[in-house]
């Protein structure tokens, strides 16, 4: 399919959420008040303005504060790093220091003495649809599934361990049985962005009947039914932001679609070990109004 540039009203929601920014840097600058600028849903905002941005939010956020405090530091002699540190949101001037250099290559002092423009300018180049990409979206009405589910909490990198805790209570109980029961998997957030002790991923399996009582904190859910954009991702699913990004980057802001407030989903179509991880197919499942 051909991708088209985003639509107008989708630029002005963003343009609404950049400007916004700009004039509350001391504010409430988080995902939750940020998705409500744009009337964007808080489930998906961090992937649609780091697709639209070219970074993600925080680190955008980030970026903006620490502009404000170069150009003080520059025109302002009497604004010491201490308070430049604070303004930037930082809680120490070791912090804002650290942050500093990792953005302009030397320290705040060094910057008042000696601006460099050039890395400056570097810094700011944030890019917007710097590249296209052709995929194939299916919308599709999905019924309801009732599965169950055993929640992760902690680092993206621990999922496997949770996953084979999963397999094993699926081949004990019985309920869920591999061969003939969907396999699903529910982030309830970005492992590229959420803090690691944060992360929560649900591990789930098709079920028929209740799930049992058990000692494993698996319990039953229902994924909602209603339109989904769907998108194949092949490949290890260690990878699967290659392909979520470019939902949102690309295809989302000419669809003309409006997401529902709920997580997205995947749909494991392949089996492990059977299948190794490199030959995976995944469908993506993106919810829609």
């Not at 963003?14 to 004039?23: G, M, P």
């Not at 957030?189 to 009582?213: K, L, S, Y």
């Not at 407030?261 to 089996?271: A, G, H, M, N």
Request: hydrophobic fraction near 40%; proline fraction near 8%; glycine fraction near 6%.
């Amino acid at each position: 399919m051909s991708v088209r540039s985003p639509s107008s009203a989708y630029i002005q929601r963003f343009d609404a959420v950049l400007a916004y920014i700009d004039a509350n840097l001391d504010g409430d600058l988080s995902v939750k008040a940020l998705s409500q600028v744009a009337s964007f849903s808080p489930f998906h905002f961090h992937r649609q303005f780091g697709a639209f941005v070219g970074v993600p939010v925080s680190r955008y956020v980030q970026l903006m504060r620490l502009r404000r405090a170069a150009h003080g530091l520059v025109a302002r002699a009497e604004l010491s790093v201490l308070n430049a540190a604070l303004q930037a949101g930082f809680e120490s001037p070791e912090a804002f220091s650290r942050a500093f250099r990792r953005a302009f290559g030397m320290s705040p002092r060094e910057f008042r003495k000696a601006p460099n423009w050039h890395v400056w300018n570097t810094v700011f180049a944030i890019p917007h649809f710097s590249r296209t990409v052709a995929m194939h979206v299916q919308i599709v009405d999905f019924s309801p599934v009732r599965v169950a589910a055993l929640e992760h909490c902690g680092p993206p990198e621990l999922v496997d361990k949770s996953v084979n805790t999963f397999i094993q209570w699926r081949m004990q109980s019985g309920q869920s049985p591999i061969a003939s029961s969907r396999s699903f998997g529910i982030p309830y957030g970005n492992p590229d962005t959420t803090p690691a002790h944060e992360f929560r991923f649900a591990i789930c399996g098709e079920i028929r009947q209740a799930v049992a009582a058990n000692e494993l904190n698996i319990r039953e859910l229902t994924i909602p039914g209603g339109r989904y954009a769907v998108v194949r991702h092949a490949g290890s699913p260690d990878h699967i932001g290659e392909t979520i990004y470019p939902i949102y980057r690309d295809w989302l802001p000419s669809s003309g679609e409006e997401l529902r407030d709920q997580p997205l989903f995947f749909e494991y179509l392949s089996v492990y070990p059977e299948t190794p991880k490199d030959h995976w197919q995944t469908d993506i499942y993106v919810p829609l109004r």
